[in-house]
């Protein structure tokens, strides 16, 4: 095994560590130091543990551990002053707090020749750069268009904390060149690469991208943009958008199938989280069970992992607001619990903090807390779907359903393609239902039930909807499903499961239908 940190390489296999090119001599009991708290790098080691693994569980003073630990940190470039890759904890322990990355590709199976390449170790989560958009035009001016707008791509991706994102800088020391799409993930570090062009032609705009797996030079993503050319940086903004709302989420179901073809000895807490989301995706009593698993898997091996805490809250919500849960009460302490965990842990990153309004938009109902925090999450990232999702549900709940229809728009534009959006379509239905617009919240809760037929709120929706349009043999169908897929369910269950204190004209339609009290 070999791992990868700055621009060190650590062989187990050679037993030898690798500073660029060179090799830095380390004496065994170092050496094995090493080894044993980067293997262990998800958790914090006692002293003993450290003792038991390099000494045998030998009798050693603090002093000889002190030495060996400052000889170690002295190896890999670190000081006990630093402390930036071996941090040391008071009364608890040690932990390797570095990022690094697993190699076993043969392709890079010698580490003097990635160092020699200037090969940079790929981040644990997504990584892209965003290479200049090259000028078809002949036109001088649309060079500064097509920078600005790469500049403005970037920008826009680096709000996803959840994405490893290039600074410009970087990216735009290959303007011009002819490059290699393998070369350049090598040399900055990602797996992702996004390259265009821009031409113009009679007072239009074309614009070209495509996404590149920069590992295996597999094409992900491609798409052509046409707009005419006025609003210079209307049209930069509108272009941006569009590339991010289709990227973003192209990256996540590329990430996912790639941690779903990793054998589960080899996951760290980024690869059960995305796991966790894949099985969120389900909205299924087994799939919830999954996804909660999984990201208290993800959440353990990192406990500084808010969005996995967020993920774990909004799971135990789940279950109660779908009725899989068979002690309520105690879903809704841990959902509450988790969502307070996750705003601890990480109040400043834009999808915590949408998950963890909804929640409270479920579980507390403290409409303008939750107001304030998703609009607050919009406000760091107003590219991202997951917050333009949860914003609506937010309003919805706190019975605001204009607004609640523009933020599920906002969504469904954000990731026309996202294997979620049975969840946007139903809230926008219910809110539709709640201004009288029937026909349009029979149109949302169809689309949603075309993308996942067993999502019993869906159905709730396409009854509430039928039932007030007059078609009751509609309606009636509809709620027969409502029963299969939720057989416990009545009304005043229904509300006491929450959020539900705003849907008077929901609940009045479901009354119709005939639904159980």
Same mark, same amino acid.
């Given at each position: 095994?070999?791992?990868?940190?700055?621009?060190?390489?650590?062989?187990?296999?050679?037993?030898?560590?690798?500073?660029?090119?060179?090799?830095?001599?380390?004496?065994?009991?170092?050496?094995?130091?090493?080894? !044993? /708290?980067?293997?262990?790098?998800?958790?914090?080691?006692?002293?003993?543990?450290?003792?038991?693994?390099?000494?045998?569980? $030998?009798?050693?003073?603090?002093? #000889?551990?002190?030495?060996?630990?400052?000889?170690?940190?002295?190896?890999?470039?670190?000081?006990?002053?630093?402390?930036?890759?071996?941090?040391?904890?008071?009364?608890?322990? @040690?932990?390797?707090?570095?990022?690094?990355?697993?190699?076993?590709?043969?392709?890079?199976?010698?580490?003097?020749?990635?160092? $020699?390449?200037?090969?940079?170790?790929?981040?644990?989560?997504?990584?892209?750069?965003?290479?200049?958009?090259?000028?078809?035009?002949?036109?001088?001016?649309?060079?500064?268009?097509?920078?600005?707008?790469?500049?403005?791509?970037?920008?826009?991706?680096?709000?996803?904390?959840?994405?490893?994102?290039?600074?410009?800088?970087?990216?735009?020391?290959?303007?011009?060149?002819?490059?290699?799409?393998?070369?350049?993930?090598?040399?900055?570090?990602?797996?992702?690469?996004?390259?265009?062009?821009?031409?113009?032609?009679?007072?239009?705009?074309?614009?070209?991208?495509?996404?590149?797996?920069?590992?295996?030079?597999?094409?992900?993503?491609?798409?052509? @943009?046409?707009?005419?050319?006025?609003?210079?940086?209307?049209?930069?903004?509108?272009?941006?958008?569009?590339?991010?709302?289709?990227?973003?989420?192209?990256?996540?179901?590329?990430?996912?199938?790639?941690?779903?073809?990793?054998?589960?000895?080899?996951?760290?807490?980024?690869?059960?989280?995305?796991?966790?989301?894949?099985?969120?995706?389900?909205?299924?009593?087994?799939?919830?069970?999954?996804?909660? $698993?999984?990201?208290?898997?993800?959440?353990?091996?990192?406990?500084? @992992?808010?969005?996995?805490?967020?993920?774990?809250?909004?799971?135990?919500?789940?279950?109660?607001? /779908?009725?899989?849960?068979?002690?309520?009460?105690?879903?809704?302490?841990?959902?509450?619990?988790?969502?307070?965990?996750?705003?601890?842990?990480?109040?400043?990153?834009?999808?915590?903090?949408?998950?963890?309004?909804?929640?409270?938009?479920?579980?507390?109902?403290?409409?303008?807390?939750?107001?304030?925090?998703?609009?607050?999450?919009?406000?760091?990232?107003?590219?991202?779907?997951?917050?333009?999702?949860?914003?609506?549900?937010?309003?919805?709940?706190?019975?605001?359903?204009?607004?609640?229809?523009?933020?599920?728009?906002?969504?469904?534009?954000?990731?026309?393609?996202?294997?979620?959006?049975?969840?946007?379509?139903?809230?926008?239905?219910?809110?539709?239902?709640?201004?009288?617009?029937?026909?349009?919240?029979?149109?949302?809760?169809?689309? #949603?039930?075309?993308?996942?037929?067993? !999502?019993?709120?869906?159905?709730?929706?396409?009854?509430?909807?039928?039932?007030?349009?007059?078609?009751?043999?509609?309606?009636?169908?509809?709620?027969?499903?409502?029963?299969?897929?939720?057989?416990?369910?009545?009304?005043?269950?229904?509300?006491?499961?929450?959020?539900?204190?705003?849907?008077?004209?929901?609940?009045?339609?479901?009354?119709?239908?005939?639904?159980?009290?």
């Amino acid at each position: 095994m070999r791992y990868l940190f700055e621009e060190y390489a650590f062989d187990t296999e050679r037993r030898e560590l690798l500073r660029g090119a060179k090799v830095v001599a380390v004496a065994p009991q170092v050496f094995d130091l090493l080894d !044993y /708290l980067i293997r262990n790098r998800e958790r914090v080691v006692s002293k003993d543990d450290l003792i038991n693994a390099v000494w045998n569980g $030998r009798s050693v003073s603090d002093a #000889a551990l002190t030495t060996r630990l400052n000889v170690a940190r002295s190896a890999i470039g670190d000081s006990g002053e630093e402390q930036h890759l071996i941090k040391t904890l008071p009364r608890k322990g @040690f932990r390797f707090v570095g990022q690094v990355r697993e190699a076993r590709e043969a392709a890079i199976s010698n580490p003097d020749e990635v160092a $020699r390449e200037g090969a940079s170790a790929l981040p644990d989560k997504p990584s892209i750069a965003v290479l200049p958009f090259e000028n078809l035009s002949g036109d001088p001016e649309q060079e500064y268009f097509a920078d600005g707008m790469v500049e403005e791509i970037i920008t826009a991706l680096s709000r996803f904390k959840s994405l490893f994102v290039i600074a410009r800088n970087s990216s735009f020391t290959f303007k011009g060149k002819a490059v290699d799409i393998k070369e350049v993930g090598r040399r900055l570090g990602v797996r992702y690469v996004l390259e265009g062009a821009v031409r113009k032609a009679a007072g239009k705009v074309r614009i070209t991208g495509q996404l590149i797996d920069a590992t295996t030079g597999a094409h992900i993503w491609a798409d052509r @943009f046409e707009r005419d050319l006025t609003d210079i940086f209307a049209l930069q903004d509108e272009v941006t958008v569009a590339v991010v709302s289709a990227i973003q989420p192209k990256l996540l179901q590329t990430e996912i199938a790639i941690a779903t073809r990793r054998r589960p000895e080899n996951l760290t807490a980024y690869d059960f989280f995305l796991r966790a989301v894949q099985q969120n995706y389900l909205a299924t009593r087994e799939g919830q069970a999954e996804a909660l $698993r999984l990201a208290l898997r993800a959440l353990e091996l990192d406990p500084r @992992f808010a969005l996995a805490a967020a993920l774990a809250g909004a799971c135990h919500t789940s279950n109660v607001s /779908l009725g899989y849960a068979a002690d309520p009460q105690f879903e809704r302490k841990e959902a509450v619990r988790l969502l307070r965990l996750a705003m601890r842990l990480n109040d400043g990153d834009p999808d915590t903090l949408a998950w963890s309004a909804l929640i409270s938009a479920f579980m507390i109902g403290d409409s303008e807390a939750e107001i304030e925090m998703a609009n607050r999450a919009v406000a760091l990232n107003p590219n991202s779907y997951v917050v333009w999702n949860c914003r609506g549900w937010v309003h919805r709940n706190a019975g605001l359903p204009e607004e609640a229809v523009r933020s599920f728009e906002r969504a469904i534009r954000m990731s026309p393609v996202d294997p979620h959006l049975y969840r946007p379509f139903t809230g926008m239905g219910t809110a539709l239902i709640e201004l009288g617009r029937f026909d349009e919240a029979v149109i949302a809760a169809k689309k #949603a039930l075309r993308q996942n037929q067993s !999502y019993s709120p869906a159905y709730r929706c396409l009854t509430s909807a039928l039932a007030h349009l007059g078609r009751d043999a509609a309606a009636r169908q509809a709620a027969e499903r409502v029963l299969e897929l939720d057989p416990g369910f009545t009304i005043s269950a229904w509300i006491g499961r929450g959020g539900q204190s705003n849907s008077k004209m929901l609940i009045e339609g479901l009354r119709k239908a005939g639904l159980p009290e």
